[in-house]
């Protein structure tokens, strides 16, 4: 087989259909759709968020919400495009609680990343990417396969795990949540600076 068709092969990894199938946690039963990751065959970067919204849910695809247009605007001032990098969630179904008419997300239970990390396990597995960017904290504790591990600590910093190197930065919804400009320009800047960090990793 040749090099161009080893590239085209799209990424084993698990399909909607799959995913709705699913019923290693009780979250499928809630949620619309599951959510897998989107992405080139072979992409140098994945990235992974916590679990999809309440757009994701309804639309079956990843970060095209609130946090999706945060992430958008990371992508496009560390010069990157969306089109380049896989990008999925560590939870595939939508956590949520109803309040009023809303869906407002809830944060996925250790059982529940644990249960899910076997799909974003074959979906990095897949990518064959060596430079991984996470999220927040629960994308944090999937991709190194722990507990307890706080994000503020290694915020930033490289790390090592399953011949990967992880990238920790900030969620795009932690940027949503900050009131004052000046902190949301500053989180967004430091989730700009993991992806420019990226970039230089896996082009080198």
Not at 99 to 118: F, S, V, W
Not at 161 to 184: K, N
Request: one cysteine or more; a positive charge.
């Amino acid at each position: 087989m040749r090099g161009s068709e080893i590239e085209n092969i799209p990424i084993a990894a698990p399909s909607p259909r799959a995913l709705d199938a699913c019923r290693r946690c009780e979250l499928w039963r809630h949620a619309t759709h599951g959510v897998p990751g989107v992405g080139p065959a072979r992409p140098k970067i994945v990235i992974v968020g916590e679990q999809p919204g309440d757009q994701e849910d309804l639309q079956g695809l990843p970060f095209v919400g609130p946090a999706g247009k945060v992430l958008d605007r990371a992508l496009l001032q560390a010069g990157m495009a969306r089109d380049e990098v896989f990008v999925t969630n560590a939870v595939k179904h939508f956590k949520w609680e109803l309040r009023g008419k809303r869906r407002l997300h809830k944060t996925p239970a250790q059982r529940e990343i644990e249960a899910c990390h076997y799909w974003l396990e074959s979906e990095l597995n897949a990518s064959h990417a060596k430079v991984v960017v996470v999220l927040g904290a629960t994308a944090l504790k999937s991709v190194l396969e722990v507990s307890n591990v706080g994000l503020g600590k290694v915020l930033g910093q490289v790390l090592e795990h399953a011949g990967r190197a992880v990238i920790p930065t900030y969620h795009p919804s932690y940027v949503l949540r900050l009131r004052e400009e000046q902190e949301r320009d500053d989180a967004i800047q430091r989730i700009v600076a993991a992806l420019k960090k990226a970039t230089e990793l896996a082009e080198a």
